[in-house]
């Protein structure tokens, strides 16, 4: 069975100071990675994708397949980062995504 | 908006009574996907469609729901006799087969049953 573990439910910052949102994925096969993020009254969008390699708004995310994890960093958070996270799992026989229970990142003046 | 759109976006019911969701996916996106969100939990996949043809359901899914996609367009989401524990932020996503499976979200109808 297809797995994500996001273990911090919040993660509290001040403006400038590094962020990493932690993700654990459970699966056998080859995964799709992405994060997903959710700003206050808006819907749920795509923020970055482990086969495209890019970074967004100053993020990014490596695939460690060893540690099966796909953590989520930025070196200087700004205010406006402050939004709910969602990494999410798919792959190779399975269209949906799997998804992890979400990290609010929460960025102070 | 050439987004995914749901309607309605908020739904207020008794026990027992039916409720019925659309979702009008981006217009070349021949899959189309529902989930449903409850409080601080990540979405969990209910079911998906490519075109017209539902390919998969999940276990959450019981008898009581049932969705559909008659003409490989918009899909509808029909909950019958409703329970408290249905209560919930139903999500609508879309995605092309090419590529990866990039999935665009609807802004959501969040039932509450009373």
């Known amino acids: 069975a297809q797995r994500v573990t996001q273990p911090e439910k919040l993660l509290s910052v001040f403006k400038g100071a590094p962020v990493e949102l932690k993700c654990n994925y459970s699966?056998?096969?080859?995964?799709?990675l992405f994060w997903y993020v959710q700003y206050s009254r808006q819907r749920l969008q795509l923020l970055l994708r482990?086969?495209s390699r890019e970074s967004i708004k100053g993020f990014t995310a490596d695939l460690n397949k060893g540690e099966t994890s796909f953590h989520l960093k930025k070196p200087f958070a700004q205010e406006e980062d402050s939004a709910m996270y969602y990494c999410?799992?798919?792959?190779?026989?399975?269209?949906?995504?799997?998804f992890g229970t979400g990290t609010r990142l929460l960025v102070s003046p | 908006d050439t987004g995914v759109s749901q309607d309605p976006r908020h739904k207020i019911t008794k026990r027992g009574q039916n409720v019925t969701f659309r979702c009008d996916p981006i217009?070349?996106?021949?899959?189309l996907y529902w989930y449903r969100q409850t409080l601080g939990q990540g979405p969990e996949f209910l079911t998906y469609?490519?075109?017209?043809?539902?390919?998969?359901k999940s276990r959450l899914l019981s008898d009581r729901f049932s969705a559909e996609r008659p003409k490989g367009s918009f899909s509808t989401l029909e909950i019958q006799r409703t329970e408290q524990g249905d209560s919930a932020m139903y999500l609508c996503?879309?995605?092309?087969?090419?590529?990866?499976?990039?999935?665009?979200f609807g802004p959501g109808t969040r039932l509450t049953v009373l």
């Open positions: 996503a879309s995605s092309t087969t090419s590529g990866y499976n990039e999935q665009f």
């Open positions: 699966y056998s096969g080859s995964p799709e």
């Open positions: 482990h086969i």
């Open positions: 999410a799992l798919s792959g190779k026989g399975f269209q949906k995504l799997v």
């Open positions: 217009s070349e996106h021949n899959r």
């Open positions: 469609f490519q075109n017209e043809a539902q390919l998969e």
